[in-house]
């Protein structure tokens, strides 16, 4: 079963809007990892959350948890036509079992 | 460094033939994972290695499917007999020291097609 649910499943922005993503997931959590799949490619890490921080940046993104509403949010500044592809979220289970357990993903897509 | 490197990167076989698919981590990790990504169901774990013993098969979805790691740097994803409905991506990915706190880090994708 998926850990991560992203919200909303499909996003289309116009180029230079900001695009927010949402996951939400099910057990407690030591980390929480966000990344992207442009089409017919593999995933790229972009940004890892620990459980004990509440906000993250890395270039035009920003990512935020909240540990008490198991949910995590991932905000993509001035968007260009370049950022369209998947989001995933990703969380490894509070049981440090060293997997990673995927969410089902946001696809966005940037208007130029 | 030249990234996990997966072959096939396509494959289009006959129902009941055999596929393997084959996996180069990226040299120095020690943790390989093999995923399956299908729109219907998106990326799901199907096996786990960690210093080449398989620590989590939970996700293989049945006995047709096997996995094995002889050495750090090869793996193997094997379907026999294959389905119609084994048709995905199938996604290797590495990472040092466990995928929890650390990056994990794709191949390109073997894109499976069974007819």
């Known amino acids: 079963s998926q850990q991560g649910e992203e919200d909303p499943q499909a996003l289309s922005i116009q180029e230079g809007e900001n695009a927010t993503m949402n996951c939400s997931y099910k057990?407690?959590?030591?980390?929480l990892q966000w990344y992207r799949q442009n089409s017919g490619r593999g995933l790229v890490h972009l940004i890892l959350i620990r459980s004990n921080e509440r906000e993250k940046h890395s270039g035009r993104l920003r990512v935020t948890l909240d540990t008490s509403k198991k949910s995590s949010s991932l905000l993509i500044t001035a968007s260009r036509a370049a950022d369209t592809a998947s989001y995933f979220c990703?969380?490894?289970?509070?049981?440090?079992?060293?997997?990673?357990?995927f969410g089902q993903g946001t696809t966005l897509q940037v208007k130029p | 460094d030249a990234g996990v490197i997966q072959s096939p990167r396509h494959e289009v076989t006959e129902m009941g033939q055999e596929v393997t698919l084959r996996c180069k981590p990226i040299?120095?990790?020690?943790?390989l994972f093999w995923y399956r990504q299908t729109m219907m169901r998106g990326l799901e774990l199907l096996i786990y290695?960690?210093?080449?013993?398989?620590?989590?098969d939970s996700g293989m979805p049945e006995d047709r499917f096997s996995a094995k790691m002889p050495n750090a740097s090869f793996s193997t994803l094997k379907i026999q007999p294959s389905e119609p409905r084994d048709s995905a991506v199938y996604f290797c990915?590495?990472?040092?020291?466990?995928?929890?706190?650390?990056?994990?880090?794709f191949g390109e994708g073997s894109w499976l097609t069974v007819v």
């Open positions: 990703a969380t490894d289970g509070s049981s440090n079992t060293g997997k990673l357990i």
């Open positions: 990915a590495s990472s040092f020291g466990g995928a929890g706190g650390n990056t994990i880090y």
């Open positions: 290695f960690n210093n080449n013993v398989p620590i989590d």
């Open positions: 057990t407690s959590i030591n980390n």
């Open positions: 040299s120095g990790h020690n943790s």
